[in-house]
């Protein structure tokens, strides 16, 4: 079983459109969580830490629901420019290293 | 702030062959990481160092592969011999292990 795991999609949503994507993670021991975005052919990009109460960015929200070891990523009013892989995040606390899902692709569409 | 630098930016080599990845980090970031990245695999995390000192290369795929961090702004990885499953592209990033600070990458093709 993978550390992270994430549905690689693509997602494809129109311009405004709500989306939500979630990720699982093994390591019940895991004490941080983050959601990079990768741009195609480009490098990933720190997007958001993924606080136990959840937090909110913009249209970008973040959610940790430790007991069933997921988290979630929302985003509202899709922007065309949003498009780009998701990836989750996960800290892995023995090797203080970020461990990473495969990503999850979206397009929005106009 | 240039960001994290990398060069080269693409590599074609022929199977066999030495590659040598280059990375300079961003000033003041003590930890710097090495990570690959292919359709298959994703991105995995080869090796990290915290101020200068290799601390994890449990991801460093065989001997085949070493990298050094000789002082605060400069780190190399080593590929001899290069073989095609080598194939990817290679991130430095630097920063700390809450926030990492990618570079643009080394896209690596051996042939």
């Known amino acids: 079983r993978k550390e992270v795991e994430q549905d690689p999609g693509p997602f494809n949503v129109p311009e405004g459109a709500t989306v939500a994507f979630n990720c699982t993670y093994s390591?019940?021991?895991?004490?941080?969580f983050f959601w990079y975005r990768q741009d195609c052919r480009k490098e990933p990009k720190l997007l958001m830490s993924?606080?136990?109460s959840g937090n909110e960015d913009g249209r970008f929200t973040a959610q940790l629901n430790r007991a069933s070891q997921y988290i979630s990523l929302l985003i509202r009013d899709s922007k065309l420019s949003d498009s780009a892989t998701y990836l989750c995040?996960?800290?892995?606390?023995?090797?203080?290293?970020?461990?990473f899902g495969s990503g999850t692709r979206l397009q929005v569409q106009p | 702030d240039a960001g994290v630098i990398q060069s080269p930016r693409h590599e074609v080599t022929e199977m066999g062959q030495e590659v040598t990845l280059r990375c300079k980090p961003i000033?003041?970031?003590?930890?710097l990481f090495w990570y690959r990245q292919t359709m298959m695999r994703g991105l995995e995390l080869l090796i990290y160092?915290?101020?200068?000192?290799?601390?994890?290369d449990s991801g460093m795929p065989e001997d085949r592969f070493s990298a050094k961090m000789p002082n605060a702004s400069f780190s190399t990885l080593k590929i001899q011999p290069s073989e095609p499953r080598d194939s990817a592209v290679y991130f430095c990033?630097?920063?700390?292990?809450?926030?990492?600070?990618f570079g643009p990458g080394t896209r690596l093709t051996v042939t």
């Open positions: 990033a630097s920063g700390q292990e809450y926030e990492q600070y």
């Open positions: 993924v606080y136990s």
């Open positions: 390591n019940s021991a895991s004490q941080s």
């Open positions: 000033s003041g970031h003590n930890s």
């Open positions: 160092f915290n101020n200068n000192v290799p601390i994890d």
């Open positions: 995040v996960v800290l892995d606390t023995g090797r203080r290293a970020l461990t």
